[in-house]
């Protein structure tokens, strides 16, 4: 992982934020294209099981679980996780009920082979070879399942700057072509400019496992 993008620092991080601007983490919404890939999924795949690899204060999580999907929430913070926790419980069993809440390392954790209908990773600062990470969350989906992924690249290039990942490591589109294996994925990975101009591109992943 990049200097200065370590367990601790990140933990750190949390406990920081979570401190100054609860009324902040609290209003941001679960990422857009998280819901308009799952709104789009309803009609072929009704809610099932999830997993949201690096899911921080747990807004993705909670608004899955609120659609009705069984979700795994997992990080490596204990902050953001009892945050998320808290948030969830608070609207009751129906939505805290459906998450279960996991700290663990992206560097290192292996999710159950073949086990979710959703994987998202969202973002995630990759500790390691971004072809290790793809591959071994691409093992918890299972057969007709998706993986979907973000990563924010560190260069802009449209104009060669770097951009507010600037010394971070994230997915990459080439990555995931490498590590996901044409005869078993139908892959669409592209790189996407960012909705505010300067700010960059996103690597955007949608694969389905297929049956």
């Known amino acids: 992982m990049a200097e200065g ?14 401190r100054e601007h609860p009324d902040t983490v609290a209003a941001r919404p679960p990422n857009a294209d998280l819901v308009a890939l799952v709104g789009d999924l309803h009609g072929d795949l009704p809610p099932g099981y999830a997993l949201d690899a690096g899911c921080g204060h747990g807004a993705e999580a909670i608004w899955m679980a609120a659609a009705g999907w069984d979700v795994t929430a997992l ?6 996780l009892e945050h998320g926790r808290a948030t969830a419980a608070a609207l009751g069993d129906d939505v805290g009920g459906r998450i279960s809440w996991v700290e663990g390392d992206l560097g290192t954790w292996t999710p159950p082979a073949a086990t979710y209908d959703l994987v998202s990773c969202l973002y995630v600062h990759v500790a390691g070879s971004v072809v290790d990470l793809v591959r071994r969350l691409a093992s ?5 399942g998706t993986l979907f992924m973000l990563g924010h690249q560190p260069v802009d290039p449209a104009t060669g700057r770097p951009s507010p990942a600037a010394g971070q490591v994230q997915v990459t589109v080439e990555g995931a072509l490498e590590a996901l294996d044409a005869e078993e994925w139908d892959v669409v990975a592209e790189e996407r400019p960012r909705a505010i101009a300067g700010t960059g591109v996103d690597a955007v ?7």
Do not use: H, I, T, Y
């Not at 993008?5 to 979570?18: A, G, H, M, T, Y």
């Not at 918890?140 to 007709?144: D, I, K, M, N, S």
């Open 205 to 211: 992943v949608r694969a389905v496992r297929r049956a």
């Open 140 to 144: 918890g989906v299972a057969p007709g």
């Open 75 to 80: 990080d490596f913070s204990p902050s953001a």
């Open 5 to 18: 993008f370590d367990r601790s620092d990140w933990e750190r991080r949390w406990v920081q934020v979570l």
